[in-house]
């Protein structure tokens, strides 16, 4: 294959951490000493801090004890969910979902109960029905807001309905918000733990992997309410990997002096969601709608008559293009086919015109 590889797979960004990160984590593993062993108490009491500050701009008020920090959001999913959870209680979800949370549910082995968000509703819920989807067992919700794949901004609207539903059945709300600085157009994030009494049933996955570009530096933590603080706590501790005790200090910075490189990366994925989305949704057989929030284009291949696995494979054979097929987001998902838009504009624009000879060569 002579045409070069576009790897438009994981949600990795494009571009490096901001400068102040890479400055305050280098400058850390210089000084050494105590950035360079265990953490102890101060660093990551510091880092808790900085996360109050920064979450009290949604509206919560937490203390630094009710942070705990872990390697990534994937293990701040685990703390969540294994602090609330055992093997054969159920969690309502929504479809399509990234594909994390369905392989951490059901290698616990808690059973899920799976609710759609629709084409026809532009990827939202109906919580005229969401209520059907609940059974004596079902313990918690688990929301991602923005959600991968769908970029869906659930309205507080929505928030509030589910939280009516958590607390008549007095369930626990894991709240997966690791993109809620990626929103566009009049679109509003609300953090559901600042909505009348959520805040005590609502658990806060967060990540530094997106909004910072930090991937690889694994950091990301679990806000817990008070009332879950302490197994939270010891979750981690025996469980779960925590962050390098140099990471804190990138992290630290981040969430203190990195708000402006956070709005010029959203500027960026707007500008490549306008492109990415209308160039795609222009091509014939394909449907793309502007995505509201996080950075995936969701297009809908269905007409094509073929499955998403197909078209992923016959597109990285025919254009040497790598996306990621809907079957891996869902039960009923196998229509659809995820494109994260972590490449600047020039190589979206030769993905896209690939795309388009592979669907006319159907
Ligand atoms: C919704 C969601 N949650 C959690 C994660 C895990 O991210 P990380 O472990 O890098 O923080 C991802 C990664 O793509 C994600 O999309």
Known sequence: ???????????????????????AVLDALKKGGRWTHYAGSEIPQRFREAVVDYYKTFGPEYKPENVIPTAGSSA?????????????????????????????????????????????????????????????????VLVCNPNNPTGTV???RELRGIGEIASDHDMVIFSDEIYLHFIYD???????????????????????????????????????????VEKATTVAAMTAPRPA??????????LRKGMPYVEERRLAYDERRKYFCDAVNDIEGLGCRRFEGAFYAWFDMGSLGMSSVDFVNGLMEQENVRVRPGKLFGLNTDDHVRVPLVQPVPVLKEAAERIERFVESL
């Open 186 to 228: 009049d679109n509003k994030f609300t953090s559901t733990a600042s909505l009348d009494g959520l805040q005590d049933r609502t658990l806060n996955i967060m990540s530094f992997s997106k909004t910072f570009s930090m991937t690889g530096y694994r950091l990301g933590y679990v806000i817990a309410p008070d009332r879950y």
């Open 1 to 23: 294959m002579s045409r070069p590889f576009i790897n438009l797979n994981a949600g990795d960004p494009d571009v490096e951490a901001p400068k102040c990160v890479t400055d």
């Open 245 to 254: 005790t140099f990471v804190y200090a990138g992290g630290t910075a981040a």
């Open 76 to 140: 701040a999913l685990y703390v969540a969910l294994a602090t609330i959870l055992e093997r054969g209680d159920e969690v309502l979800l929504f479809e399509p979902s990234y594909s994390g949370h369905y392989r951490l549910l059901g290698n616990m082995g808690v059973k899920m109960s799976i609710a759609p968000l629709k084409k026809g509703t532009g990827f939202h819920t109906d919580l005229d029905i969401l209520e059907e989807y609940v059974n004596p067992e079902t313990k918690a």
């Open 154 to 156: 659930f309205t507080e």
